[in-house]
């Protein structure tokens, strides 16, 4: 069965500090994997997007990793803001073009 | 240039009675999807439709729920004689192209929380 897993669930840091989220999947083979931005009572806004070919890719200070042989991602954030409090999503598209969520990793900053 | 324009932002339904749902694409993007998402839950895909036509309805419950994306016009999610787990919020995301393309980005409305008392 496809799916997308995440960890952690949640997660507090301060201001400034830098944080590395994950995402697990084993959909395969797969198109690409996202990573979305969700605020609280928004929709998703999109992040960054990968290829299976391509190992890295940055959006300012979010940074994306993928390593398709172990199926795995992860988002690193730099020098974390306060307006980066939000939910932070990974998604795979499958063979069918179908989006496969995760459920997100929820990230508080504190000042 | 507008985002995408989803209305209500709530609405709030007893049950038995209709759930109305309206998107408004991109300007320029004919490619409309319908998400829901359930609390501490991911995004769940129910219906991708282009104008006058359902492209992909294969997350959509077989009963009580329908869409449609006219030629003029928003596109509309419509729940017949709702229950207390259609609660939720539904998202709408629209796209330029067809969905099939596989880089393509989706742009997301700020969602409808449907709440059913």
């Known amino acids: 069965k496809n799916q997308v897993e995440q960890s952690p669930q949640s997660l507090i840091i301060l201001e400034g500090k830098n944080c590395t989220l994950q995402?697990?999947?084993?959909?395969?083979?797969?198109?690409?994997l996202r990573w979305y931005k969700q605020d609280t009572g928004r929709g998703p806004v999109s992040l960054t997007i990968?290829?299976?070919s391509e190992n890295t890719k940055s959006n300012g200070r979010y940074t994306a990793t993928l390593d398709a042989d172990t199926k795995q991602s992860s988002l690193h954030i730099t020098a974390s803001q306060l307006s980066d409090s939000a939910s932070y999503i990974c998604?795979?598209?499958?063979?069918?073009?179908?989006?496969?969520w995760g459920a997100g990793t929820k990230l508080i900053i504190k000042p | 240039n507008a985002g995408v324009m989803q209305n209500p932002r709530h609405l709030v339904r007893r049950r038995g009675q209709e759930a109305r749902l309206r998107c408004s694409p991109m300007?320029?993007?004919?490619?409309v999807y319908w998400y829901r998402q359930l609390p501490e839950e991911g995004l769940k895909f129910m219906v991708y439709?282009?104008?006058?036509?359902?492209?992909?309805e294969s997350g959509m419950p077989k009963e009580r729920f329908s869409a449609e994306f006219p030629k003029e016009g928003p596109s509309i999610l419509r729940i017949q004689q709702v229950v207390r787990g259609d609660s939720a919020a539904y998202f709408c995301?629209?796209?330029?192209?067809?969905?099939?393309?596989?880089?393509?980005?989706?742009?997301f409305g700020s969602g409808t929380q449907l709440s059913v008392l």
């Open positions: 995301a629209s796209s330029p192209r067809q969905g099939a393309v596989p880089n393509e980005k989706l742009f």
């Open positions: 300007k320029g993007h004919s490619h």
């Open positions: 439709l282009q104008k006058e036509n359902i492209i992909d």
């Open positions: 995402c697990n999947y084993t959909v395969s083979p797969f198109s690409n």
């Open positions: 990968m290829t299976f």
């Open positions: 998604v795979v598209m499958d063979s069918n073009y179908q989006l496969i």
